[in-house]
């Protein structure tokens, strides 16, 4: 594991060094030991950040444009909302909507014992493969990732023992909403749009640049 002083982090990510706290405490970044940072978790989340100027879209509109790009029926925006969201659609790229649906979900990184994999697995709501992402998707065997209510985290933590220090056998994301999952599991079994967002921030670039371009063919489809 490569490490980062929060110091670094900070200026890396153009925040203050009590923002990487924050974000190391919430998870969005993995803290090891008092002033160390998994390196990696930085990167990732400077690179879903990174780009743009732009406000991100809130959380029902960031899953609204999940959801039409994945064609899913939209009910919870009003038409003349939808209208507005579907005409950005047409007229966006690929790293700029990754970039915009990011407070779709809060990112917590955690690490697990291998033995608990399968059974975290379901319980968390993970996007659905294809053949295009079958040997790119974390469920592959690096780790376990998907989307969970906030408010039953805390019980998630407790159950399986899950460290903020990096010390376990796999690595566990868990993507926090308030947004009905329900919602987000039908989103999860349309295809591969909302696996590709999921792979847009990661550091692989064959991961990366997989899927990008399946969100750039999801946007000039949609468009």
Not at 19 to 37: H, S, T
Not at 106 to 112: K, N, R
Request: glycine share 8%.
């Amino acid at each position: 594991m490569a490490l980062m002083a929060m110091d670094v982090a900070a200026e890396r990510l153009s925040v203050s060094v009590r923002q990487v706290q924050r974000l190391a405490k919430a998870g969005a970044i993995v803290a090891v030991g008092a002033n160390l940072l998994d390196a990696e978790s930085v990167h990732r989340f400077g690179r879903q950040r990174a780009g743009h100027r732009q406000r991100a879209w809130a959380e029902d509109t960031a899953w609204a444009a999940i959801g039409l790009l994945a064609g899913v029926r939209v009910e919870w925006l009003g038409q003349a909302q939808r209208s507005r969201l579907k005409g950005r659609l047409r007229d966006i790229g690929a790293d700029e909507f990754v970039s915009a649906v990011r407070n779709r979900a809060t990112v917590h990184h955690f690490a697990a014992h291998r033995a608990a994999a399968t059974r975290l697995g379901q319980r968390l709501v993970t996007a659905s493969t294809s053949p295009l992402f079958d040997d790119l998707t974390p469920a592959s065997g690096a780790g376990v990732e998907g989307y969970l209510a906030t408010d039953d985290l805390d019980g998630l933590i407790d159950e399986f023992a899950l460290a903020t220090d990096g010390v376990g056998d796999i690595d566990v994301t868990v993507c926090t909403t308030s947004f009905d999952l329900g919602i987000i599991e039908t989103i999860a079994g349309a295809g591969e749009t909302l696996a590709a967002i999921d792979l847009a921030t990661s550091l692989d670039p064959r991961e990366h640049t997989a899927a990008l371009d399946a969100l750039t063919r999801r946007l000039k489809a949609f468009a």
